[in-house]
């Protein structure tokens, strides 16, 4: 079981920004975090070792550089969540967590809609807020079938 905070909003208004401050308030406490983004580009660089590999079939690429792993796959490689809080950036269409949006056009299902001065203001509050007890192996299947 993990705590969830999802983050929605237009493009550029700010998302990640909220995403950094919870994250950094949440291991300044202690916990564990895992953060999962949502995008609509690829984000391995044509012409690149690692995007070759995975051109050339391999089904996972793991990439080491600048003091952190990337994995590359077609499908999710995690068995677990190992955290304490999951910060979600995306998946509009669905209620994952304590869903924060940023900006105009709100969906249905959020529970906070603010401007991006009023959520950085008081990340604590999210973290207060946050979806608790969601189970982590759902989450993961939810996440591998997008």
């Not at 996972?60 to 999710?76: E, F, K, Q």
């Not at 709100?106 to 009023?118: G, K, T, Y």
Request: with cysteine; net charge neutral; hydrophobic share 45%.
């Amino acid at each position: 079981m993990v705590c969830v905070v999802q983050i929605t909003g237009n493009k550029d208004v700010g998302k990640t920004a909220l995403a950094e401050r919870i994250i950094s308030l949440a291991r300044s406490l202690g916990y564990r975090v895992v953060a999962v983004k949502q995008s609509h580009h690829v984000p391995d660089v044509p012409d690149k070792d690692s995007y070759r590999m995975r051109a050339a079939g391999a089904d996972v690429v793991a990439l080491r550089g600048g003091g952190v792993w990337a994995v590359y796959s077609d499908r999710l490689p995690l068995s677990r969540i190992d955290a304490d809080l999951v910060v979600i950036e995306g998946f509009r269409d669905a209620k994952l967590g304590f869903k924060i949006h940023i900006g105009p056009n709100p969906p249905a299902d959020a529970d906070v809609v603010a401007s991006l001065e009023d959520a950085l203001r008081d990340p604590e509050e999210f973290l207060r807020r946050a979806k608790c007890g969601v189970d982590a192996g759902e989450l993961l299947a939810f996440l591998a079938a997008r």
